[in-house]
C-alpha cells in the first residue's frame, strides 16, 4: 500500500495566518492526490486537486503545490470558516489511501 | 453534487455481521463509483472498497474475505456488508461517490458518517 505521511498532525493559528500542510507519499504518485476539508459531524468537502490547473471551485485563498512524492496545501489568510481538519488522498494505486489529517485550530 | 446518507446499527456485537446502506439523493448513479471509507478514532480514513454500477466491486485487500458490496440503483441506495466484526472494526463509516474528472478521480459527495461500535 502507499502510505500517505501528513505534517503537522495539529496547528494552531489565527485569522488572517498563512498556514502550510505537507503530504509525503511513500512512492512517486504524479499528480494522483487530493485534498479535503472536514469539519466534525458534517461530510467531508473535496478541497481541490493536486493538478492545480484542474478547477475545483476552492477559494482562492487555497493553493497546492508539489508533484510526484511531496505535496503541499497552503491557505494563503486563513478566515474563521477554514478551522477544521483537512486530510490527503492518493489515488494512483489502490488501496486508496489518506493522509493522518492536520487539524487547524484556534 | 448528490446528497449521500448512510443507515445502519450503531451498535454491533463482536463475531456478527455489519449491514449499512448508503442512500443518494439529488443525483443519479451512474457512471460513478460508490464507496466505502471509515475512520477509528484517533486514525486515519481508511477507504475499505467501492461498487460501481454494473456491480462490479474493489475491496480493500486487508479486509477481503469479510466484506461485501452490492448496489441497487432502483432504489438509489447501495451497502456494505462487513462480516466476523471485531473490536477493531469500531470507527465512523462514511459513504462517498468517486467522480472522473479530466483523468483524475476524486470524492466529491460524502455523507455524513454513521458511528458503529462493535460491542457486547
Known amino acids: 500500500d502507499i502510505q500517505m505521511t501528513q505534517s503537522p498532525s495539529s496547528l494552531s493559528a489565527s485569522v488572517g495566518d498563512r498556514v502550510t500542510i505537507t503530504c509525503r507519499a511513500s512512492?512517486?504518485?504524479?499528480?494522483?492526490l487530493n485534498w479535503y476539508q472536514h469539519k466534525s459531524g458534517e461530510a467531508p468537502k473535496f478541497l481541490m486537486f493536486?493538478?492545480?490547473g484542474l478547477q475545483s471551485g476552492a477559494p482562492p485563498r487555497f493553493t497546492v503545490s508539489g508533484s510526484g512524492t511531496d505535496f503541499t496545501l497552503t491557505i494563503t489568510s486563513l478566515q474563521l470558516e477554514d478551522f477544521a481538519t483537512y486530510f490527503c488522498?492518493?489515488?494512483?494505486?489502490?488501496?486508496?489511501?489518506f493522509g493522518g489529517g492536520t487539524k487547524v485550530e484556534i | 453534487q448528490a446528497q449521500l446518507q448512510e443507515s445502519g446499527p450503531g451498535l454491533v456485537s463482536p463475531s456478527e455481521t455489519l449491514s449499512l446502506t448508503c442512500t443518494i439523493s439529488?443525483?443519479?448513479?451512474?457512471?460513478?463509483?460508490w464507496s466505502w471509507i471509515r475512520q477509528a478514532a484517533g486514525k486515519e480514513m481508511e477507504w475499505i472498497g467501492r461498487v460501481y454500477t454494473t456491480g462490479s466491486t474493489n475491496y480493500n485487500p486487508s479486509l477481503r474475505g469479510r466484506l461485501n458490496m452490492s448496489i441497487d440503483m432502483s432504489k438509489n441506495q447501495f451497502s456494505l456488508k462487513l462480516k466476523s466484526l471485531t473490536a477493531a472494526d469500531t470507527a465512523i463509516y462514511f459513504c462517498?461517490?468517486?467522480?472522473?474528472?479530466?483523468?483524475?478521480?476524486?470524492?466529491?459527495?460524502w455523507g455524513q458518517g454513521t458511528l458503529v461500535i462493535v460491542s457486547s
Open positions: 462517498a461517490r468517486e467522480r472522473p474528472y479530466r483523468g483524475y478521480d476524486y470524492l466529491d459527495s
Open positions: 493536486a493538478a492545480s
Open positions: 488522498q492518493q489515488t494512483r494505486r489502490a488501496p486508496l489511501t
Open positions: 439529488g443525483g443519479s448513479m451512474s457512471s460513478y463509483y
Open positions: 512512492q512517486t504518485i504524479d499528480l494522483d
